[in-house]
């Protein structure tokens, strides 16, 4: 776990050290902005909640993750340096992680630029901070699951903008299939087991401030599953 720790703290200094970092994360507060304030019409509603800003986050996020993601190791392949990644002493599950954690604690920054938000609603009127502490919690799930997911697709591929469109295309894929436009086509008991599949469906429960039990072990199971699809991509590629 030092190890994975160590990677990780690299990992998250060397983002900073590019000015692509400030432009992702610039980019999703100013869309976070714009949606709560202005598609949403915040004021115009004239009600203190946080509801918007949450409504759109599952969507936000995946393209946040695959910003994020597109280079975690397509950019090593390019650069050839995963092969002396693959074969230093460092196992892939510890370099997997390293690379995990640090996209997660890159996410709880994004988020945590968010916190003005209800900060600002609280000092207009009364907020109900349940439903906010919640989003919050589901988010950083949700953010988790889709960086598992974008790290698998960069593993798959040496091209950034090929994993970038890879990473969105499944990550609205397990958005989607938990939408009420896509299980309207199906019967009701085939539309429940997609509510229970899809990642936007599992996180408005969250964010409506109750923390399930069965939500929690979904994002995590679903976490852990792309991220030991990505140990064995890169254990694949160390015997080829």
Excluded at 215 to 234: H, N, P, Q, R
Aim: glycine share 8%; aromatic share 14%.
């Amino acid at each position: 776990m030092d190890e994975a720790l160590r990677i990780a703290r690299k990992e998250f200094t060397g983002f900073f050290a590019s000015p692509a970092a400030f432009l992702f994360l610039g980019a999703f507060l100013a869309v976070t902005l714009f949606v709560f304030f202005w598609v949403e019409t915040f004021f115009a509603r004239n009600i203190a909640d946080v509801r918007p800003l949450f409504q759109w986050m599952p969507v936000l996020l995946i393209f946040l993750v695959a910003a994020l993601t597109m280079r975690a190791w397509s950019e090593e392949r390019r650069a050839g340096t995963l092969e002396t990644l693959l074969t230093s002493p460092v196992r892939p599950l510890q370099l997997v992680l390293g690379k995990f954690l640090a996209g997660v604690a890159l996410v709880g920054v994004a988020l945590l630029l968010t916190l003005p938000l209800p900060v600002t609603v609280a000092l207009l009127g009364p907020l109900d901070w349940g439903p906010v502490i919640g989003g919050y919690v589901g988010a950083l799930l949700l953010g988790a699951a889709y960086l598992a997911v974008g790290q698998f697709v960069s593993a798959l591929t040496e091209n950034q903008i090929l994993a970038f469109i890879l990473a969105l295309f499944v990550c609205l894929a397990l958005w989607g299939i938990g939408t009420e436009a896509f299980t309207g086509f199906f019967s009701d008991r085939v539309a429940a087991i997609l509510l229970s599949l899809g990642t936007g469906s599992r996180f408005q429960s969250i964010a409506r401030g109750v923390i399930d039990l069965r939500d929690l072990l979904y994002y995590l199971s679903l976490t852990a599953f792309f991220l030991l699809l990505s140990v064995g991509a890169l254990r694949a590629k160390r015997w080829v």
